[in-house]
Structure formats: C-alpha cells, structure tokens
C-alpha cells in the first residue's frame, strides 16, 4: 500500500506565505509524477501545480510567479511554497502521486487526505 502524508496546511493573511509537504510512504519503485490540486467549495478539483521525476513543471496560470513546487526523489517528498498569498487561494489541497510499485509493474494514481489552506484578514 502507499500513503500520502500532507503537512503545512492554515490560516495566513493576504500577502502571507506556506509551504506545504507532501511523503509518500509504503511500497514504492518509483514515482513518476507528484502533484498539487486545490478544491474550494462547490467546486471541482483542480490542478495548481505539478512535477515530474526528472524536475518538469507545469502550473496553473492563477499561480503562476506566486508559486513553486519541487520535490526531493529520494525522499519520496513534493513540497509547495506558496507566496503572495491571495483569499481566492482559500481551499482543501491535495496531493497527488503516479507510483510504480514495483519493477515492470504499472502505475496507479493515489491521492493524500487534504490540508486546508485559509487566506484571510
């Protein structure tokens, strides 16, 4: 089984700054792509950024300058630091992870439990 374990999440004024982290732990060969989606209410999920494992990122547009994700491959560990914080940034994030489990195996999507992200005065 592989976990995703999300830590960071809180209440920041405008302007403000987090960083968030994302460990995947368990049975793990590798790790192809690790990812960050947001979801406010009544909304649908979506992507704000992601990284592959050789360093390729792509962001959404509404975070692009403000925001940078990397990871740590041999910690099995994406990180999200958050600038310039704005209050439509305000919602559950989630981490997401494409892992191989084994060798030859194929790769299954897994997602973290979710940290909420609050930007307000």
């Known amino acids: 089984q592989v976990q995703l374990v999300e830590s960071g999440g809180g209440l920041v004024q405008p302007g403000g700054s987090l960083r968030l982290s994302c460990a995947a732990t368990?049975?793990?060969?590798?790790?192809?792509?690790m990812g960050w989606y947001y979801q406010a209410p009544g909304n649908q999920r979506e992507l704000v950024a992601s990284?592959?494992?050789?360093?390729?990122?792509n962001y959404a547009d509404s975070v692009k300058g403000r925001f940078t994700i990397s990871r740590d491959n041999a910690k099995n560990t994406v990180y999200l630091q958050m600038n310039s914080l704005k209050p439509e940034d305000t919602a559950v994030y989630y981490c997401?992870?494409?892992?191989?489990?084994?060798?030859?195996?194929?790769?299954?999507?897994?997602w973290g439990q979710g940290t909420q992200v609050t930007v307000s005065s």
């Open positions: 368990g049975s793990i060969f590798a790790i192809n792509s």
């Open positions: 997401r992870a494409l892992v191989v489990r084994q060798r030859g195996g194929y790769q299954a999507q897994y």
């Open positions: 990284i592959t494992s050789d360093g390729t990122t």
